[in-house]
T-cell receptor
Framework: NAGVTQTPKFQVLKTGQSMTLQCAQD?????MSWYRQDPGMGLRLIHY???????DQGEVPNGYNVSRSTTEDFPLRLLSAAPSQTSVYFC????????????FGPGTRLTVL | DQQVKQNSPSLSVQEGRISILNCDYT??????FLWYKKYPAEGPTFLIS?????DKNEDGRFTVFLNKSAKHLSLHIVPSQPGDSAVYFC?????????????FGKGTLLTVNP
């Protein structure tokens, strides 16, 4: 039981490049979210999903795209990377008997040059 | 406009003493509050939570107090241990919302000195 896994752990991009951050969970949770953490800013919600095929925007969605084709996976796409997207990205899940808390993945540290 | 505020970026305490981490919120529609602990290079982990219908919740060494009239909550760790050294985030859920849409504070770095 791996919980929430994220790949890659680290990534360096050039401005304008695109990439996908992967998130997978094996807890059969229906809800999944993406957050970014910046120094002195706490965690801010980017996008979330309440089930396969259903996604919505969070607090800071611009420049990011998501899709949810399966319960297990919730990839986050950067369409055209910008230096302002340099951050640590966390995926989180919740649901079932654990509805009152979110389980976070280990994070992806992204640097955009 | 920051709706969840942790005004102390850092806190240092001696091992065995009490650690008190504070959190203030501005949105009266928040109905559920959570504390997360985060070690470097790891994701946040859930620590303890409290519903707005309660004023205290206790779990071992950790107790969270909620003062709704003051829109203030605090996390007490007694006794503090060096392994408690981490960043602590306060988070809140909007009434009618769900825990996949949490609003986080900026965090407080707790250092427990041996």
């Amino acid at each position: 039981n791996a919980g929430v896994t994220q790949t890659p752990k680290f990534q360096v991009l050039k401005t304008g490049q695109s990439m996908t951050l992967q998130c997978a969970q094996d807890m059969n949770h229906e809800y999944m979210s993406w957050y970014r953490q910046d120094p002195g800013m706490g965690l801010r919600l980017i996008h979330y999903s309440v089930g396969a095929g259903i996604t919505d925007q969070g607090e800071v969605p611009n420049g990011y795209n998501v899709s949810r084709s399966t319960t297990e996976d919730f990839p986050l796409r950067l369409l055209s990377a910008a230096p302002s997207q340099t951050s640590v990205y966390f995926c989180a899940t919740t649901g079932g008997l654990s509805y009152n808390e979110q389980f976070f993945g280990p994070g992806t540290r992204l640097t955009v040059l | 406009d920051q709706q969840v505020k942790q005004n102390s970026p850092s806190l240092s305490v001696q091992e065995g003493r009490i650690s008190i981490l504070n959190c203030d919120y501005t949105n009266s529609m928040f109905d559920y509050f959570l504390w997360y602990k985060k070690y470097p290079a790891e994701g946040p982990t859930f620590l303890i939570s409290i519903s707005s219908i309660k004023d205290k919740n206790e779990d071992g060494r950790f107790t969270v107090f909620l003062n709704k009239s003051a829109k203030h909550l605090s996390l007490h760790i007694v006794p503090s241990q060096p392994g408690d050294s981490a960043v602590y985030f306060c988070a809140a859920r909007h009434s009618g919302g769900s825990n996949y849409k949490l609003t986080f504070g900026k965090g407080t770095l707790l250092t427990v000195n041996p």
